[in-house]
């Protein structure tokens, strides 16, 4: 029952966050089974929740040899959900990169089209730039029915994904010290701990062998998980 508890905090934490359409006004929260279903399958299935799965598993069970399942449980919900994070910013490192390195590349694809290289010699160094790609297969369609100009059309693009980058980039900034709070608040419950030792107490052995202290674990996990989540959306929301 306890690791159910403190699996279902960690799934609060890892599921993806609400779509714009979840938050137009007047639309009522409903339950949906089987998205519940199908993010519960990606995220046990994924190939990017291998490395989370993996982690809980060696933090989970020698801690759960030496310290009992209580601790076992919350070792494996604590290194499942840094693994989480660490693939997260991981993830995004990795996309903001592709971006800029498209962003380089839409760079170079103007100054050709400058220097009179043919569109269609040109246009699969941008294939599979999400966004990026498809405005500029816009702009050559544009440019052969109407003879646009594509480098400046091209160019424009560039300059406004670039600004948006930047806005995005400094809202990152800001919001790390919300990010650093959160995780420093979730922490505090470790200096409680350490403080219960150091005034001859047994809070650990409280909270690992004992039936109060295994609920009050679970209650903990599950608000940290949730205050967690909160101060994730809140950001992200901002950044979107």
Same mark, same amino acid.
């Given at each position: 029952m306890l690791a159910a508890i *403190?699996?279902?905090?960690?799934?609060?934490?890892?599921?993806? !966050?609400? /779509?714009?359409?979840?938050?137009? +006004?007047? %639309? %009522?929260?409903r339950i949906d089974v089987t998205g519940m279903r %199908?993010?519960?399958? *990606?995220?046990?299935? &994924? +190939? =990017?929740s291998r490395p989370v799965l993996v982690a809980s598993v060696l933090a989970g069970a020698p801690a759960g040899l030496y310290g009992g399942p209580v601790a076992g449980s919350v070792a494996a919900v604590y290194a499942g959900l840094a693994a989480y994070e660490w693939r997260r910013r991981a993830g995004r490192k990795r996309s903001a990169g592709q971006r800029d390195a498209h962003l380089d590349d839409l760079a170079s694809l103007v100054a050709d *089209?400058?220097? =009179?290289? +043919?569109?269609?010699? @040109? /246009? $699969?160094?941008?294939? &599979?730039?999400?966004? @990026? !790609?498809? #405005?500029?297969?816009?702009?050559w369609r544009l440019a052969e029915r109407t003879g646009a100009p594509a480098a400046d059309l091209l160019e424009r693009i560039e300059s406004d994904a670039r600004t948006a980058d930047r806005s995005v980039r400094t809202a990152h900034a800001q919001a790390a010290g919300t990010q /650093?709070?959160?995780?420093? #608040?979730?922490? @505090? +419950?470790?200096? =409680?701990?350490?403080?219960?030792?150091?005034? &001859?107490?047994d809070p650990t052995g409280v909270l690992l062998h004992s039936p109060l202290g295994a609920a009050c674990?679970? !209650?903990? $996990?599950? @608000?940290?998980?949730?205050?967690?989540?909160w101060a994730q959306r809140i950001t992200e929301g901002v950044l979107r």
């Amino acid at each position: 029952m306890l690791a159910a508890i *403190l699996i279902a905090g960690a799934v609060l934490v890892a599921r993806p !966050g609400e /779509t714009a359409r979840d938050r137009l +006004p007047g %639309r %009522r929260a409903r339950i949906d089974v089987t998205g519940m279903r %199908r993010r519960a399958r *990606l995220l046990l299935d &994924g +190939p =990017g929740s291998r490395p989370v799965l993996v982690a809980s598993v060696l933090a989970g069970a020698p801690a759960g040899l030496y310290g009992g399942p209580v601790a076992g449980s919350v070792a494996a919900v604590y290194a499942g959900l840094a693994a989480y994070e660490w693939r997260r910013r991981a993830g995004r490192k990795r996309s903001a990169g592709q971006r800029d390195a498209h962003l380089d590349d839409l760079a170079s694809l103007v100054a050709d *089209l400058r220097a =009179g290289i +043919p569109p269609a010699a @040109l /246009t $699969v160094s941008l294939s &599979g730039a999400g966004r @990026l !790609g498809d #405005l500029t297969e816009a702009v050559w369609r544009l440019a052969e029915r109407t003879g646009a100009p594509a480098a400046d059309l091209l160019e424009r693009i560039e300059s406004d994904a670039r600004t948006a980058d930047r806005s995005v980039r400094t809202a990152h900034a800001q919001a790390a010290g919300t990010q /650093t709070t959160a995780i420093m #608040l979730a922490a @505090l +419950p470790l200096a =409680g701990i350490a403080l219960g030792h150091a005034i &001859g107490a047994d809070p650990t052995g409280v909270l690992l062998h004992s039936p109060l202290g295994a609920a009050c674990v679970a !209650g903990a $996990v599950l @608000l940290q998980c949730a205050g967690l989540k909160w101060a994730q959306r809140i950001t992200e929301g901002v950044l979107r």
